[in-house]
Nanobody, 124 residues
Framework: QVQLVESGGGLVQAGDSLRLSCAVS????????MGWFRQAPGKEREFVGA????????FYADSVKGRFTISRSLVKKTLYLQMNSLKPEDTAVYYC?????????????????WGQGTQVTVSA
């Protein structure tokens, strides 16, 4: 049974930092590219960042570039998202996802497995 379990969300003030984690089980973690997406109330789920299965390549949405960093631990089978300089517009439910591919996609439709999400709320 494939499980992706996000953690680390919470309520913070603008300018603060958070680190999200996504613990993965039930699949060969090293064979999957991984991504982070987010969904704000009333909006479509959008791409945040992604990392290749080798961890050598990372990709970010323009809105988070320079503030967010994605990484992965093959030993711990965990995906991370370090979020710095948070803004109120970063408020959303954050989801991790797995894609059986060498390089990750920015498209929601390409991902095979999803977590349940973790809420991030940034107050002004």
């Amino acid at each position: 049974q494939v499980q992706l379990v996000e953690s680390g969300g919470g309520l913070v003030q603008a300018g603060d930092s958070l680190r999200l984690s996504c613990a993965v089980s039930g699949l060969t973690f090293s064979m999957h590219a991984m991504g982070w997406f987010r969904q704000a109330p009333g909006k479509e789920r959008e791409f945040v960042g992604a990392i290749s299965r080798s961890a050598l390549s990372t990709f970010y949405a323009d809105s988070v570039k320079g503030r967010f960093t994605i990484s992965r631990s093959l030993v711990k089978k965990t995906l991370y998202l370090q979020m710095n300089s948070l803004k109120p517009e970063d408020t959303a439910v954050y989801y991790c996802a797995a894609d059986l591919a060498v390089l990750p996609s920015t498209s929601v439709d390409e991902y095979d497995y999803w977590g349940q999400g973790t809420q991030v709320t940034v107050s002004a």
